[in-house]
C-alpha cells in the first residue's frame, strides 16, 4: 500500500434540522454518516452516488468548509479535524476545491487575472510582477491565452470559465484537489476536453483528487478507485475496472444499468435500474439504508447493517463491499 495522503475515520457531518416556533434543533439530518476511506498520493478517487446523498457535503469537510460532527480528516498524517482556520490557513495551500458552477464561484467583478492571483497575495507569495508572469503560466496551463487576465468571467464560455476555475485551484501547487462536479455542467465534448486537462495536471504535477460525480461513467475515465456512497455512507470500493465490470452491490449494478447503452446486446442491464426515490437523510432506513430499494433485500436487511467487507477482486486492488450476501447480477437472496 502506498503513502496515504487523505484519511477518513468514521467521517460523519450532521446538520441540525430546526422547527417550532423557537426554532429548536428537532432532528438531524445525516448527510454523511461514518465514512471510512484514504486517498494515496497521486491517485484518483471517484466518489459516486445519486444527488442528495452526500458526496459534496463529504468534499466540503475535506477541505474544511464544513466542519466534522464526528470522525477523523487526516491530511498528510496530520489531524485537520478541528483545527482553527488560522491553524488551516497553511493547510489550504496543499488542499484545493473545483466547483460545479464556475459561474458562482468566480466573482464577476474582479478580472480573471485578479481572480487567479487573489491566492498569492493571500498567502504573500511573490511580488507583483511576479504574481502576473504566474497568472499568465497558469493561464497557459489549463489551455487559455495570456490575455484572459484583463477579462472578466463573464467573457468566457461554461468550459472556459471552468479552466479559470482549475488554474485558480493549482495556482499554489496544491497535494489534493477536491473536485465537485467539475464537468456536470458542460456539453459532454467539452466534458471530455476537462478531463484531459485534469489528467494532464496530474502527471505534470502530481496531483491526487477526490473527483466526486453522479456519472458513473465520467468518474471511470478519470478514477483509480471508486467509491459509491448512498445516504451518506459507501456502498462499495474498489479498483476502477473491477467496480464497472464485476459490481458487487445491488446499488453499484443499478448505477452502472443507468449509463446509457449503445451497444444492444448489452441493454439488458437495464432491468436493474433503481425504481423509488432516494429516503431522507433526516430518517434514514434501518439496517442496511438501501433496503427500501433493493430488489435483494431479505428481512435480516431491514434490521442490520452490513459493514464495508473485503470481497475477491481480480485487479489485486482492494474490492470492498456493504452487503450481507454474496450476490451475483440479478440474483434475489431472500423475498421480503
Ligand atoms: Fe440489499 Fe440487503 Fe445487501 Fe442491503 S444488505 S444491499 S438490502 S441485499
Not at 311 to 330: E, K, Y
Request: with cysteine.
Amino acid at each position: 500500500m502506498n503513502e496515504a495522503l487523505l484519511e477518513l475515520d468514521g467521517l460523519k457531518v450532521y446538520f441540525p434540522v430546526k422547527g417550532g416556533v423557537l426554532l429548536r434543533a428537532r432532528a438531524e439530518n445525516k448527510a454523511v454518516d461514518g465514512v471510512s476511506i484514504r486517498i494515496e498520493k497521486g491517485e484518483t478517487l471517484g466518489l459516486v452516488g445519486e444527488s442528495g446523498c452526500g458526496k459534496s457535503t463529504l468534499g466540503k469537510a475535506v477541505v474544511r468548509l464544513l466542519e466534522p460532527t464526528a470522525g477523523k480528516v487526516r491530511f498528510d498524517g496530520r489531524d485537520i479535524s478541528h483545527i482553527s482556520r488560522r491553524q488551516m490557513k497553511p493547510i489550504r495551500r496543499d488542499v484545493q476545491m473545483i466547483f460545479q458552477d464556475p459561474a458562482e464561484s468566480l466573482n464577476s467583478r474582479h478580472t480573471v487575472g485578479s481572480l487567479i492571483g487573489e491566492a498569492f497575495e493571500i498567502h504573500g507569495i511573490g511580488e507583483p510582477d511576479w504574481r502576473k508572469r504566474r497568472v499568465v503560466e497558469l493561464l497557459e496551463q489549463v489551455g487559455l491565452p495570456a490575455a484572459a487576465a484583463d477579462k472578466f468571467p463573464f467573457e468566457f464560455s461554461g468550459g472556459q470559465r471552468q479552466r479559470i476555475g482549475i488554474a485558480r485551484a493549482i495556482a499554489l501547487e496544491p497535494k489534493l484537489v477536491v473536485c465537485d462536479e467539475p464537468v456536470s455542467a458542460l456539453d459532454v465534448s467539452i466534458q471530455s476536453q476537462i478531463l484531459n486537462l485534469l489528467l494532464d495536471l496530474q502527471e505534470q504535477m502530481g496531483l491526487s483528487y477526490l473527483f466526486i460525480a453522479h456519472d458513473l461513467a465520467v468518474v471511470k475515465h478519470i478514477s483509480d478507485r471508486i467509491a459509491i456512497m448512498y445516504l451518506g455512507q459507501l456502498m462499495e470500493v474498489g479498483g476502477a475496472d473491477e467496480v464497472y465490470a464485476h459490481p458487487k452491490h445491488p446499488y453499484t449494478r443499478a448505477l452502472i444499468a443507468a449509463i446509457p447503452e449503445p451497444d444492444p446486446s448489452r441493454r439488458h442491464r437495464a432491468k436493474e435500474v433503481l425504481e423509488g426515490d432516494v429516503p431522507s437523510p433526516i430518517n434514514p432506513p434501518s439496517g442496511c439504508v438501501f433496503h427500501t430499494r433493493c430488489p435483494s433485500a431479505a428481512r435480516r436487511c431491514e434490521t442490520d447493517k452490513p459493514l464495508l467487507r473485503d470481497v475477491i477482486a481480480s485487479d489485486r486492488v482492494a474490492h470492498q463491499v456493504a452487503c450481507h450476501f454474496d450476490l451475483q447480477a440479478g440474483q434475489r437472496e431472500s423475498v421480503r
